[in-house]
C-alpha cells in the first residue's frame, strides 16, 4: 500500500540509516517529501502491525532541504536524524519525540560542516549520532554521544582516522547498551575502489579498539545489524554486484570469511544496498536490484544462521534502498518508487520467530531487568526491564546493605544516583516472573 498520500519526490536514505523500526506491534517509518516547495522530513506510524497507518506529518521545516533522515526507537522516544543542505555547508540535524510521535521538538544542529548524511542509533538514554564530516579534502567519519536522551551532546569523536582527501562515508551505526560498532565505506588504500572498515567501542565510547578492514575490495553500501553477541555487516561486494554479509559471533573480535546473499550472475544488472533484520538462526535482508529497469526490491531469507539462502523473491518496482522491521512473526518491508513512500507485510514471514516483542528474546522476555547504563555512572542511569509491568527495585551497596527500594512500571527507569558516594553498587529486581541482580559502579 501506498503510505504517504499526497507526497511528491518521496525519498529514503541508503541502507546504512534505518527508516522504519518496529516496537511491539508499533511501526515508525521517515522519509523525505517534496510536496512543498522545500523537502521535510516527513513521519509515519502504525500501532497495528501495519493494517493501518497515521496521515503523515512534517516534522521539520517544510521551506528546508531535509533529506537521507534515519531513526532509532527506545520505548516512547524517537531520535531522527537528517541532511539539510539550505545553507552554504551541508548540516545534520537531529530531532526528538518523548511520546511515540505525537509531538516533536529539541531540534538541534549536530555538525555545520557535514560532507554526507548522519545515522542515529540508542540504547535507553544514550543517543549515538554518526558524522560524515567535511576534514582535511575529504569525507570522515565522526561520533556524537548523548546520554541525556538527546538533551545534548558531548564531543565529537573522530572515528575513521583516513586524513587527507579521499573517502570514509556512509556509516552504518549499532549499540546494545554495552558496545558500539560502527562500519563505513573507505577509499584509503585506492582511491578508485572502496573497502568496508569496522570499528567497536566495549566501553560505549571511551575506547575505541583499532579499525579493522573486513573486505578488500569493491566493497560498498554497508550497515549493522545486532542480535545479541552476533555482529552483522551486510554490504554489496564483487565486480557483479552481490549482497553479501559478514558476521561475528564474539560481538566483533572475530569474523567469518564472508556469506554471498544474493545471486545475481549478470555483470551491471547490479544488486546491493542490504538491509536485514535477524533472530538467532533466522535472517532476513532485502536488496536493491539494479539497473534494471525498472529497480527492484529483493527478498531473501536464511533459516540457518545464514550458511544458505533462499532464492530472491521480487517485492516490487523501487527508486532506492529497501528497509525490513520485524514484529513476531510478521516481516514489514517499506521502500520508495514513483515519488511515494511503499509498504507491504507478510503476516507469516517469521514462523519460527523466538522475539516476543522486537529485539528482545523469549528467553529474555522472562527476565526482570536486561540492563544499567551508562555504566560507570555519573548522574543517573537508566534500568532497561525486559517486559512491562510493575517491577520492585533494591539497591545494595558492596557491603551487602540496602540503601534505596522503589516501584516503578514501564521498559525503563531513570535511577538517580546523585547522592551515591563513588563505588560498586547492586541493583536487585523483582516482578512476577524472576528475580535479576545486575552490578553497576558509580563514579
Given at each position: 500500500m501506498n503510505i504517504s498520500p499526497h507526497a511528491m519526490n518521496a525519498s529514503m536514505n541508503e541502507n546504512m540509516g534505518p527508516c522504519i523500526v518496529a516496537s511491539h506491534d508499533t511501526l515508525h517509518v521517515i522519509w523525505s517529501d517534496h510536496r512543498t516547495k522545500g523537502y521535510a522530513i516527513y513521519y509515519s506510524r502504525s500501532t497495528d502491525s501495519g493494517h493501518t497507518w497515521s496521515i503523515a506529518v512534517p516534522i521539520t521545516d517544510t521551506m528546508g532541504r531535509g533529506r537521507m533522515p534515519s531513526l532509532a526507537v527506545c520505548g516512547k522516544n524517537i531520535h531522527v536524524v537528517w541532511w539539510d543542505s539550505i545553507t552554504k555547508n551541508a548540516c545534520s540535524y537531529y530531532e526528538h519525540s518523548t511520546d511515540g510521535g505525537n509531538t516533536w521538538g529539541g531540534k538541534m544542529c549536530i555538525d555545520s560542516n557535514t560532507e554526507f548524511w548522519p545515522g542515529v542509533a540508542v540504547a535507553g538514554s544514550t543517543v549515538l549520532v554518526s558524522l560524515d564530516k567535511y576534514?582535511?579534502?575529504?569525507?570522515?567519519?565522526?561520533?556524537?554521544?548523548?546520554?541525556?536522551?538527546g538533551m545534548n551532546f558531548g564531543p565529537e569523536q573522530q572515528i575513521s582516522t583516513r586524513v587527507g582527501k579521499g573517502r570514509s562515508e556512509d556509516q552504518g551505526t549499532a549499540t546494545d547498551g554495552k558496545y558500539i560498532h560502527m562500519c563505513w565505506n573507505d577509499n584509503r588504500n585506492n582511491p578508485a575502489d572502496l573497502e568496508i572498515y569496522y570499528r567497536r567501542s566495549k566501553d560505549m565510547g571511551v575506547t575505541w579498539d583499532p579499525e579493522v578492514a573486513i573486505?578488500?575490495?569493491?566493497?560498498?553500501?554497508?550497515?549493522?545489524?545486532?542480535?545479541?553477541?552476533?555482529?552483522?555487516?551486510?554490504?554489496?561486494?564483487?565486480?557483479?554486484?552481490?549482497?553479501?554479509?559478514?558476521?561475528?559471533?564474539?560481538?566483533?573480535?572475530k569474523w567469518n570469511s564472508g556469506l554471498r546473499v544474493t545471486a545475481n550472475a549478470t555483470k551491471g544488472n547490479d544488486v546491493a544496498y542490504p538491509f536485514m533484520v535477524c533472530d538467532e538462526k533466522n535472517l532476513y535482508m532485502v536488496s536493491m536490484g539494479f539497473p534494471t529497469n525498472p529497480w527492484q526490491v529483493w527478498f531473501n531469507q536464511s533459516n540457518d544462521g545464514g550458511a544458505t539462502w533462499s532464492s530472491q523473491t521480487i517485492l516490487g518496482s523501487c527508486h532506492g534502498t529497501a528497509f525490513i522491521a520485524l514484529t513476531c512473526p510478521v516481516l514489514h518491508v517499506v521502500w520508495p518508487n514513483g515519488g511515494a513512500i511503499y509498504y507491504t507485510r507478510n503476516p507469516t514471514g517469521a514462523p519460527s520467530c523466538s522475539n516476543n516483542v522486537t529485539g528482545v528474546k523469549s528467553e529474555e522476555a522472562l527476565q526482570t531487568v536486561l540492563a544499567i547504563y551508562p555504566d560507570p555512572v555519573a548522574n543517573n542511569a537508566t534500568i532497561l526491564f525486559g517486559r512491562e509491568g510493575i517491577h520492585q527495585v533494591e539497591i545494595y551497596d558492596i557491603t551487602g546493605r540496602k540503601i534505596n527500594a522503589f516501584?516503578?512500571?514501564?521498559?525503563?527507569?531513570?535511577?538517580?544516583?546523585?547522592?551515591?558516594?563513588?563505588?560498586?553498587?547492586?541493583?536487585?529486581?523483582?516482578?512476577?516472573?524472576?528475580?535479576?541482580?545486575?552490578?553497576?559502579?558509580?563514579?
Amino acid at each position: 500500500m501506498n503510505i504517504s498520500p499526497h507526497a511528491m519526490n518521496a525519498s529514503m536514505n541508503e541502507n546504512m540509516g534505518p527508516c522504519i523500526v518496529a516496537s511491539h506491534d508499533t511501526l515508525h517509518v521517515i522519509w523525505s517529501d517534496h510536496r512543498t516547495k522545500g523537502y521535510a522530513i516527513y513521519y509515519s506510524r502504525s500501532t497495528d502491525s501495519g493494517h493501518t497507518w497515521s496521515i503523515a506529518v512534517p516534522i521539520t521545516d517544510t521551506m528546508g532541504r531535509g533529506r537521507m533522515p534515519s531513526l532509532a526507537v527506545c520505548g516512547k522516544n524517537i531520535h531522527v536524524v537528517w541532511w539539510d543542505s539550505i545553507t552554504k555547508n551541508a548540516c545534520s540535524y537531529y530531532e526528538h519525540s518523548t511520546d511515540g510521535g505525537n509531538t516533536w521538538g529539541g531540534k538541534m544542529c549536530i555538525d555545520s560542516n557535514t560532507e554526507f548524511w548522519p545515522g542515529v542509533a540508542v540504547a535507553g538514554s544514550t543517543v549515538l549520532v554518526s558524522l560524515d564530516k567535511y576534514f582535511s579534502g575529504g569525507s570522515v567519519v565522526f561520533l556524537v554521544k548523548s546520554v541525556n536522551n538527546g538533551m545534548n551532546f558531548g564531543p565529537e569523536q573522530q572515528i575513521s582516522t583516513r586524513v587527507g582527501k579521499g573517502r570514509s562515508e556512509d556509516q552504518g551505526t549499532a549499540t546494545d547498551g554495552k558496545y558500539i560498532h560502527m562500519c563505513w565505506n573507505d577509499n584509503r588504500n585506492n582511491p578508485a575502489d572502496l573497502e568496508i572498515y569496522y570499528r567497536r567501542s566495549k566501553d560505549m565510547g571511551v575506547t575505541w579498539d583499532p579499525e579493522v578492514a573486513i573486505t578488500d575490495s569493491s566493497s560498498y553500501s554497508p550497515m549493522v545489524f545486532l542480535d545479541s553477541a552476533q555482529v552483522n555487516v551486510a554490504f554489496g561486494f564483487g565486480n557483479i554486484l552481490n549482497s553479501w554479509l559478514r558476521q561475528s559471533n564474539d560481538s566483533g573480535s572475530k569474523w567469518n570469511s564472508g556469506l554471498r546473499v544474493t545471486a545475481n550472475a549478470t555483470k551491471g544488472n547490479d544488486v546491493a544496498y542490504p538491509f536485514m533484520v535477524c533472530d538467532e538462526k533466522n535472517l532476513y535482508m532485502v536488496s536493491m536490484g539494479f539497473p534494471t529497469n525498472p529497480w527492484q526490491v529483493w527478498f531473501n531469507q536464511s533459516n540457518d544462521g545464514g550458511a544458505t539462502w533462499s532464492s530472491q523473491t521480487i517485492l516490487g518496482s523501487c527508486h532506492g534502498t529497501a528497509f525490513i522491521a520485524l514484529t513476531c512473526p510478521v516481516l514489514h518491508v517499506v521502500w520508495p518508487n514513483g515519488g511515494a513512500i511503499y509498504y507491504t507485510r507478510n503476516p507469516t514471514g517469521a514462523p519460527s520467530c523466538s522475539n516476543n516483542v522486537t529485539g528482545v528474546k523469549s528467553e529474555e522476555a522472562l527476565q526482570t531487568v536486561l540492563a544499567i547504563y551508562p555504566d560507570p555512572v555519573a548522574n543517573n542511569a537508566t534500568i532497561l526491564f525486559g517486559r512491562e509491568g510493575i517491577h520492585q527495585v533494591e539497591i545494595y551497596d558492596i557491603t551487602g546493605r540496602k540503601i534505596n527500594a522503589f516501584k516503578c512500571s514501564g521498559r525503563e527507569h531513570i535511577l538517580s544516583c546523585n547522592a551515591l558516594p563513588t563505588g560498586v553498587y547492586f541493583a536487585r529486581v523483582v516482578d512476577e516472573a524472576s528475580t535479576k541482580t545486575i552490578k553497576f559502579i558509580k563514579q
